[in-house]
């Protein structure tokens, strides 16, 4: 069931969406050469719990970190760890969820570790403008699909492939409500964009195949093939005035 919120239920999703994206920001800024993912994690667990907030991830469905960080190869779900060391040319996905006064915030958004190579640039670039291309989508009146369309067009023209295993979902008392918002679809089809919903939408776009396997941590998710996958993430409301980003720090 697609639960629709009041205007007073976004308004603290905005304030939830506000930490998740300054504490990403925070962890971002923190990429570099040497900097292990478990450092990024402590960032934003302490930026969230500062605020009164707490971290989305922590404990759902037994993940062990306040983050997910996924670095290169690693599509989504990757567990910070002392023994990650970000290197030079890395690409590290940073994904950060908080829960404030009931309701959470949802994004992600994959940063580079000092100079990489063009065509992990390029990667980035792209996954990037086809969640924005999604997000223009989402309008009162459209259908899941169209978002899953639009995205999915940006990047299959580009030559990059879209993951099918994991898709962006609704948001709001719970981290992931109905309903999923894959990033691959038909214009028109699926359910109606109506005033009130929220959702996160967030590609997870790959160099060479779609397919992707989990690892024996049964969290760690890396594409089949061991190429590069980037992931960007916001959570947006549906508005009788287009959609409105609720992660938007300013
Ligand atoms: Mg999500």
Known sequence: MIVLKTVEELKKMRAAGRISQ????????????????????????RYIEEQGATPSFLG?????????ISVNEVVVH???????????????SIDVGAIFEGFHGDNAWTFPCGDISQEAQRLLDTTRESLFEGIKAAKAGNHIGDIGHAVQQYAELRSYSVVRDFTGHGVGAKLHEAPNVPNYGTPGRGPRLMPGMAIAIEPMINIGTHKV??????????????KLSAHFEHTLAITPDGPVILTDAD
């Open 213 to 226: 396997r989990v690892l024996r941590d049964k969290w760690t998710t890396v594409t089949a093939d061991g």
């Open 22 to 45: 300054r504490a990403l920001r925070l962890a971002g800024a923190a990429v570099e050469p040497g900097v292990t993912t478990l450092e990024l994690d402590s960032i934003v667990r």
């Open 78 to 92: 990757g567990i910070p760890s002392e023994n990650c060391v970000l290197k030079q040319g890395d690409i590290v």
């Open 60 to 68: 759902y469905g037994g993940f062990p970190a306040s983050a997910c």
